[in-house]
């Protein structure tokens, strides 16, 4: 061993040589697996660290469309500090009577807020009964400043303050608008709570020392599960933060180990270069006496050295990570990092590069190991050496370890190992896909032209690199593919659901005895405007075929209708957009008990069949229905689309309100928002186009953060096809020598490659469409749950491009071997 050691350093002085590939490919898996897990673990750390903070408290109860009793007051003063707030979308106006635009309004009490601070811009006024702040871009939109005065409901405030930042802002979820925060009493006297308004009264609740939040929400949800709350505590304080989160997780975990999969192809192309690069020393030791033993173990060290600074470095970068995406994407991310040293992360990608590296190093060096000497000396290509059972099984139990290793850390179990399937199904396809076309290649008529003889030959030599080559062209085209059809399918969500002519406004809160002086209004400012309205209310699901969904033990995946409220409504007719899939829809005139049709989807999820009784709570009063229909909804008319939509009678007796939709001529759309927001104070207008470039503010960041993450599996990809170029190197060099010496010129040994290229480029790319467009489907559909709507222009003009540069690579990589000296080169061999 003493002496390996001393013969290794001894190499490795002059360089690592070949080894550059090993260390490049380790690099980016590991790096890629501690950059994900660190980045992953400090936003969950973060999460738990400011539950409280992003929550406003250790606990809070929500109430939708309704205030807390005073029984159920008391009960909630008895837990500890309360403070109550109300959360509504509203329109503010200017004094004047200037413009008017939607707030995500947020009315507090005096001990708002009860965790961490309120921050305000320089130069906020006193706190004042009749004050209200604004977020600067609120303010921007108004044209207000500090000290002036705007409109809510039927209430004049004056604007006290610019909110700098606020501590429960990522708790509070996605908005369609712009903050804008005022005193529970200005919110009375803005007249905007009215029966049947959208809105949600909340209590935060600071506990006693030693109390246990998660217990006691348990409890209130138990003991209070007929009266609708929605108890969250401080361990989840911003779930819709965390649910993000664990989708970006899922993806980034994807590209994780999908590029540790495909480096580890690339450390097994590096090893053979290398070997292969060393045969004269391999030989020249075997020939001083050396066993194979020494040969085994000096490899194995140099190998080792390499592979663990490799991993060093990998390790550091993916520990800099959190630091590296606040700096360049801080405001993009759902939640800022926890920025600090995350050993089991950086541990576990260690562990995941050894193990990697030892099960792609073991078979070639198993190889070099049993080679004679008189065979090494004698031909570079006569290698028909067998690897042996031995290093076979070694690389198969390092592997398992690598993947239950992977498997057993992962947050999604099954999701890793699906990935992991994938990746070896796909490098096991493209495998056999490498041998049909030698074996192919091996059975075509000879072509007359020379050159395509030639490159044909290639295919199916004795030396022929095939096999590699597929392997490498797949898995680059593949990722290319992929990543063109997530990235275009996540920008063109928008165009290919928005409709041509999409509504102008979503109008809410319109209250039902005036629907026809709304409906008045719109045709006076905009005779040839498109108006539809319909009831609403809102409610959570409480029971299922009769069982409470507070009572059952795991709520199934996907299961997003029993989150919170649901948007309800009733009607006679069934709406545009929208299409019976199974049962029967009402008659028009329908008097009898409570039916209600679902969205297919969500029943084939909830597990829901045609007759099954499905209970809402509206305004604290349960309501029973018998499941009459599923539909298919048309989610893309941009219309009201209701999950839930009962017979006409179902909520007989419960206030509720109208929601519309405005589709107007853009000149128009001003005079209605004015006259909307004078002659009803209380009604929410919300301008369409701001929502979606909302939305497509968030698809753009989505798609950015693919393409960053996806750009390290394609770095492995790239390394990989060096790799596999590398390995051919000395057979492409014995090759052109011969050529040169039977009279070929420096271009037609240029082509007989390119032909090559060009010929496995053409075929795997045809593979590599399907495969890349399947595995984008998956990640689009299945993760994201999305449609799937690549823009195939660009898939197809990214597959031709990513086809060129993979056959520049290659040919770049073989140029080393125009320029090897005949003579030279017929030595070596």
């Known amino acids: 061993m003493r002496l390996a050691w001393r013969l290794a350093l001894r190499d490795l002085r002059g360089g690592i040589g070949g080894l550059r590939l090993l260390a490049i490919c380790l690099f980016l898996g590991v790096a890629a697996i501690a950059g994900i897990g660190s980045l992953s673990t400090a936003m969950t750390a973060e999460l738990a660290a400011k539950g409280r903070l992003f929550l406003g408290g250790d606990l809070q109860i929500a109430l939708s469309q309704r205030e807390a009793t005073r029984a159920e007051r008391a009960a909630i003063a008895r837990l500890g500090r309360v403070s109550e707030s109300a959360k509504l979308n509203a329109m503010l106006a200017r004094a004047d009577g200037g413009s008017a635009t939607l707030a995500a309004l947020k009315a507090v009490d005096g001990r708002y807020p009860l965790e961490g601070r ?9 706190p004042r009964a009749d004050g209200i702040m604004l977020d600067p871009a609120l303010a921007d939109r108004l044209g207000v400043r500090l000290g002036d005065r705007v409109r809510l409901g039927e209430t004049m405030l004056v604007v006290t303050g610019l909110i700098a930042d606020e501590p429960d802002r990522v708790g509070e979820g996605f908005r369609f608008a712009p903050t804008a925060i005022t005193g529970v009493a200005a919110l009375r006297a803005s007249r905007l709570i009215q029966p049947g308004s959208l809105y949600d009264w909340r209590y935060r609740i600071a506990l006693p ?4 939040p998660r217990a006691i929400a348990t409890d209130l949800r138990q003991r209070f599960k007929a009266q609708g709350w929605r108890v969250q505590d401080s361990s989840d304080g911003a779930p819709g933060v965390r649910r993000s989160i664990e989708r970006i997780g899922q993806f980034l975990i994807l590209v994780g180990l999908t590029s540790l999969a495909i480096a580890g192809i690339g450390v097994g192309n590096g090893v053979g270069a290398y070997l292969a690069g060393k045969r004269n020393s391999i030989a020249t030791l075997k020939t001083l ?14 190998i080792a050295l390499v592979t663990g600074g490799a991993i060093i470095a990998a390790l550091f970068v993916g520990a800099l990570v959190p630091a590296i995406v606040v700096s360049l994407a801080g405001p993009a991310l759902p939640v800022a990092p926890r920025l600090a040293f995350y050993p089991g992360p950086l541990l576990a990608a ?3 590069g050894a193990l990697v590296a030892l099960a792609f190093a073991l078979p070639p060096l198993a190889r070099a190991r049993r080679v004679s000497a008189a065979g090494l000396f004698r031909s570079a290509i006569d290698g028909g050496e067998r690897t042996g059972w031995r290093p076979i099984a070694g690389a198969v139990a390092a592997i398992g370890l690598a993947a239950t290793l992977a498997i057993g850390t992962a947050r999604e179990p099954l999701f890793a190992a699906a990935v992991l399937g994938a990746s070896a199904g796909l490098v096991a396809l493209l495998a ?16 007359r032209a020379p050159l395509m003889r030639l490159a044909i030959g290639n295919l199916h030599g004795p030396a022929a690199q095939t096999s590699q080559l597929v392997v490498a062209l797949g898995l680059g085209l593949t990722l290319f593919v992929t990543l063109a059809g997530i990235q275009t399918s996540l920008a063109g969500q928008l165009r290919s659901s928005v409709p041509a002519r999409a509504p102008s406004f979503f109008v809410l809160d319109i209250p039902s005895d005036r629907i026809d002086e709304f409906r008045g209004i719109v045709r006076q400012k905009a005779r040839d405007a498109t108006l539809v309205t319909v009831p609403s209310l809102r409610g959570p699901v409480v029971a299922l075929r009769g069982q409470r969904v507070a009572d059952m033990k795991t709520i199934p995946e996907g299961a997003w209708i029993l989150r919170g409220d649901r948007g309800l ?3 006679g007719d069934l709406p545009k957009g929208n299409r019976i899939t199974a049962g029967q829809w009402w008659p028009q005139d329908y008097a009898g008990p409570p039916l209600v049709s679902i969205d297919q989807d969500a029943a084939r999820i909830l597990g829901l069949k045609i007759g099954d009784s499905l209970t809402v709570s509206v305004l604290g009063t349960d309501v029973a229905a018998r499941i009459a229909s599923f539909r298919e909804i048309d989610w893309g008319t941009l219309g009201f689309n209701f999950v839930l939509i009962y017979s006409p009678h179902a909520f007989d007796g419960a206030p509720f309100n109208y929601m519309a939709t405005i589709t107007a001529p853009a000149a128009r759309e001003a005079a209605i928002n004015q006259a909307l927001t004078q002659a009803f104070p209380s009604v929410s207008l919300i301008r369409v186009k701001d929502i979606i470039a909302a939305v497509g503010s968030l698809f753009g960041q989505l798609a950015t953060a693919v393409a960053a993450a996806g750009s390290v599996a394609i770095a492995a990809g790239i390394a990989v096809l060096v790799g596999a170029v590398l390995a051919a190197r000395q057979a492409r060099v014995y090759d052109a020598v011969l050529l040169k010496l039977l009279g070929a010129t420096r271009g037609q040994v240029v082509l007989v490659q390119a032909i090559e290229y060009a010929l496995l480029a053409a075929i795997v790319a045809l593979v590599a469409l399907g495969l890349g467009a399947a595995a984008g489907w998956a990640v689009v559909t299945q993760l994201f749950t999305l449609p799937w709507a690549p823009d195939w ?3 197809l003009a990214t597959l031709a491009g990513g086809s060129v540069l993979i056959m520049a690579i290659g040919l770049f990589g073989s140029l080393p071997a125009l320029a090897a000296r005949p003579a030279a080169a017929l030595r070596a061999q």
């Open 289 to 302: 006496g050396a066993g194979s033993g020494l040969i085994h173990r000096l490899f194995l060290i140099e």
């Open 350 to 352: 260690a562990a995941y």
């Open 569 to 571: 409504t009733f009607a």
């Open 793 to 795: 222009g660009i898939v």
């Open 209 to 212: 020392a030693g109390a246990d």
């Open 118 to 126: 309120l921050q305000l811009a320089a130069g906020a006024q006193p």
């Open 432 to 447: 056999l896909l490498a041998a049909a076309i030698s074996w192919v290649a091996a059975r075509l008529p000879r072509p």
